[in-house]
T-cell receptor, first 111, second 114 residues
Framework: GENVEQHPSTLSVQEGDSAVIKCTYSDSASNYFPWYKQELGKRPQLIIDIRSNVGEKKDQRIAVTLNKTAKHFSLHITETQPEDSAVYFCAASRSDYKLSFGAGTTVTVRA | DAGVIQSPRHEVTEMGQEVTLRCKPISGHNSLFWYRQTMMRGLELLIYFNNNVPIDDSGMPEDRFSAKMPNASFSTLKIQPSEPRDSAVYFC????????????FGEGSWLTVV
């Protein structure tokens, strides 16, 4: 089955700086790559996703890039703010199968 | 839409007791998932239903765990008998069509087994 690895496990950044989280996956048939944000005590919520027919997608301060050849994808958060502090999960799946999640990255934005 | 609705939100029970967690998926979604989240193991998929039929239950840890989906708007996850190591947050999630689409999580059921 799919194996998703996520790095780093923790990330501390100064407010205003950028944060980058990287994930790799094992199943070359995977074609859907969402990112979820989970605030303390809350549920994971989708923040952005990308499908294999595109290489990059942006939504305001967040962007995701995908390299299908290397089987890795990344989340970029620019101009970080305190409310960006949370645990971020990457995931991957084939169109007809279950999502496999990474282990999560705890992001702390220092004021 | 109210989103995925789970109950109870919090439960504390004694070891050996039966625990039943409930979920109402988003109307129109035909895929439903039960996840367990712990610090040690992260988010684990326990079972996945599509059109009320269990498709993959390979994540169910042992026979003490069972899940049902009697209709499109209701699912249960049962643990009998419960053990302290079952303490975790259990999330129900739903998705339109197949799992290769966005899944939406409920608020979770926080289970503590003492």
């Amino acid at each position: 089955g799919e194996n998703v690895e996520q790095h780093p496990s923790t990330l501390s950044v100064q407010e205003g700086d950028s944060a980058v989280i990287k994930c790799t996956y094992s199943d070359s048939a995977s074609n859907y790559f969402p990112w979820y944000k989970q605030e303390l005590g809350k549920r994971p919520q989708l923040i952005i996703d990308i499908r294999s027919n595109v290489g990059e997608k942006k939504d305001q301060r967040i962007a995701v890039t995908l390299n299908k050849t290397a089987k890795h994808f990344s989340l970029h958060i620019t101009e970080t703010q305190p409310e960006d502090s949370a645990v971020y999960f990457c995931a991957a799946s084939r169109s007809d199968y279950k999502l496999s999640f990474g282990a999560g990255t705890t992001v702390t934005v220092r004021a | 839409d109210a989103g995925v609705i789970q109950s109870p939100r919090h439960e504390v029970t004694e070891m050996g007791q039966e625990v039943t967690l409930r979920c109402k998926p988003i109307s129109g979604h035909n895929s439903l998932f039960w996840y367990r989240q712990t610090m040690m193991r992260g988010l684990e998929l326990l079972i996945y239903f599509n059109n009320n039929v269990p498709i993959d239950d390979s994540g169910m840890p042992e026979d003490r765990f069972s899940a049902k989906m009697p209709n499109a708007s209701f699912s249960t996850l049962k643990i009998q008998p419960s053990e302290p190591r079952d303490s975790a947050v259990y999330f129900c999630a739903s998705s339109p069509l197949h799992s290769g689409n966005t899944i939406y999580f409920g608020e979770g059921s926080w289970l503590t087994v003492v």
